[in-house]
């Protein structure tokens, strides 16, 4: 059974600093491309960042230059480094393959930049 648990999450100040996890099970993690995606308040869930097994890296427009995607194969998990928060960062903050499957959504872990 495939679980992705995520973490780190919380409230900062703009500007501020916030390291998430993902801690995958061992047969989805190891043969695909990881990513994290966002769903703010009453928008779409987009896909911020994600990472090949290879190591290729994808960022979105809006997270580009702030926001840093990396993976342990060895310890099944994806992190992602979130700099120079902004308000409009404010998101609950999953992640999924990509592409995402539908079963796999976890719970997500919210962060919340203020001003």
């Known amino acids: 059974q495939v679980q992705l648990v995520e973490s780190g999450g919380g409230s900062v100040q703009a500007g501020g600093s916030l390291r998430l996890s993902c801690a995958a099970s061992g047969s989805i993690f190891s043969i695909n491309a990881m990513g994290w995606y966002r769903q703010a308040l009453g928008k779409q869930r987009e896909l911020v960042a994600h990472?090949?097994?290879?190591?290729?890296?994808y960022y979105a427009d809006s997270v580009k230059g702030r926001f840093t995607i990396s993976r342990d194969n060895a310890k099944n998990t994806v992190y992602l480094q979130m700099n120079s928060l902004k308000p409009e960062d404010t998101a609950v903050y999953y992640c999924n393959k990509v592409p995402p499957i539908a079963v796999y959504w976890g719970q997500g872990t919210q962060v919340t930049v203020s001003s």
């Open positions: 990472i090949t097994t290879g190591g290729r890296i």
